[in-house]
């Protein structure tokens, strides 16, 4: 497919906090906005393989808007730790991101 992703630093959170952000899926060589049909977002912790998908939601073209797509992560899971890097990205679903879609650390 036509379309690449972006990288996004959302900096430092507190533990148990909910993070939201939201990302556009366009077409590279066009710009157009296209809807995700469908998609899985993980969470991958520091520089390993280690992933989750818990308390993660995706919400594809969010409010009707073809194109912008919201992701909400609630970090009271055990999974999430102090002085860790976390990066996160579309894993499954019919349109995949090229690049990792964020970085935060808590």
């Given at each position: 497919?036509?379309?690449?992703?972006?990288?996004?630093?959302?900096?430092?959170?507190?533990?148990?906090?909910?993070?939201?952000?939201?990302?556009?899926?366009?077409?590279?060589?066009?710009?157009?906005?296209?809807?995700?049909?469908?998609?899985?977002?993980?969470?991958?912790?520091?520089?390993?393989?280690?992933?989750?998908?818990?308390?993660?939601?995706?919400?594809?073209?969010?409010?009707g808007?073809?194109?912008w797509n919201?992701?909400?992560i609630?970090?009271?899971d055990?999974?999430?730790?102090?002085?860790?890097?976390?990066?996160?990205?579309?894993?499954?679903?019919?349109k995949?991101?090229?690049?990792?879609?964020?970085?935060?650390k808590?």
């Open positions: 497919d036509d379309w690449q992703g972006s990288v996004i630093y959302l900096g430092d959170f507190d533990l148990d906090a909910t993070l939201f952000f939201s990302f556009t899926s366009r077409r590279f060589s066009t710009g157009a906005p296209f809807a995700l049909d469908s998609g899985a977002i993980s969470v991958y912790k520091d520089a390993d393989d280690t992933q989750t998908t818990t308390g993660v939601t995706l919400a594809a073209s969010d409010d808007i073809t194109g919201r992701v909400t609630d970090t009271s055990a999974f999430y730790t102090t002085a860790t890097d976390f990066q996160v990205v579309i894993t499954t679903g019919s995949k991101l090229k690049k990792g879609l964020t970085g935060a808590y």
